[in-house]
T-cell receptor, first 111, second 115 residues
Framework: QKEVEQDPGPLSVPEGAIVSLNCTYS??????FMWYRQYSRKGPELLMY????GNKEDGRFTAQVDKSSKYISLFIRDSQPSDSATYLC???????????FGGGTRLMVKP | GAVVSQHPSRVICKSGTSVKIECRSL??????MFWYRQFPKQSLMLMATSNEGSKATYEQGVEKDKFLINHASLTLSTLTVTSAHPEDSSFYICSAREQDRDGYTFGSGTRLTVV
């Protein structure tokens, strides 16, 4: 079993839809949780960064962490075709540690 | 914001030759940088942790003599793929974290093709 599980998709939604992306993990020692967006042939770009449990909102993006369930989510409101990319969840034990990535979910937002 | 510059973005080399990839933190100092490898439609796999002024720490299964990492300054880490073979063809990405800043910043990646 992988430390971090993420549905690979692809997930196809119409423009304007609310998108829900999720990851589950097995190691309760993870404290820092991140979501990255990666366009084809580009490096990952940090979208959201959260510590411990709770919600964080930034524009159209909301990240949720439920440590009791070992489950994290990223919601995208009013999705746009430009949101089409692969979304990677990542987590670490502390702020300076290496990241453990999920496998990534490919999202396609159709106009 | 923190910027990590990675060069080259693409390189094609002949089998048996060596290729050097550079990763620079442009506006911050990075005592630690991370090197990842990514195959098509797969996630990032950590290869090694590069520490300024000391030897890199390699993940299990990564050949340290094949993937040479040098972190000679606080802003530069290099990955050299020695005696490259077609199976080394992949997307290589570096990342660094600016102290007291949330998250890690990634370079734009290097697509290596060995022919």
């Amino acid at each position: 079993q992988k430390e971090v599980e993420q549905d690979p998709g692809p997930l196809s939604v119409p423009e304007g839809a609310i998108v829900s992306l999720n990851c589950t993990y097995s190691n309760s020692a993870f404290q820092y949780f991140m979501w990255y967006r990666q366009y084809s042939r580009k490096g990952p770009e940090l979208l959201m960064y959260t510590y411990s449990s709770g919600n964080k909102e930034d524009g159209r993006f909301t990240a949720q962490v439920d440590k009791s369930s070992k489950y994290i989510s990223l919601f995208i409101r009013d999705s746009q075709p430009s949101d089409s990319a692969t979304y990677l969840c990542a987590m670490s034990y502390n702020a300076g540690n290496m990241l453990t990535f999920g496998g990534g979910t490919r999202l396609m937002v159709k106009p | 914001g923190a910027v990590v510059s990675q060069h080259p973005s693409r390189v094609i080399c002949k089998s048996g030759t060596s290729v050097k990839i550079e990763c620079r933190s442009l506006d911050f100092q990075a005592t630690t940088m991370f090197w990842y490898r990514q195959f098509p439609k797969q996630s990032l796999m950590l290869m090694a942790t590069s520490n300024e002024g000391s030897k890199a720490t390699y993940e299990q299964g990564v050949e340290k003599d094949k993937f040479l990492i040098n972190h000679a300054s606080l802003t530069l880490s290099t990955l050299t793929v020695t005696s490259a073979h077609p199976e080394d063809s992949s997307f290589y990405i570096c990342s660094a974290r600016e102290q007291d800043r949330d998250g890690y910043t990634f370079g734009s990646g290097t697509r290596l093709t060995v022919v």
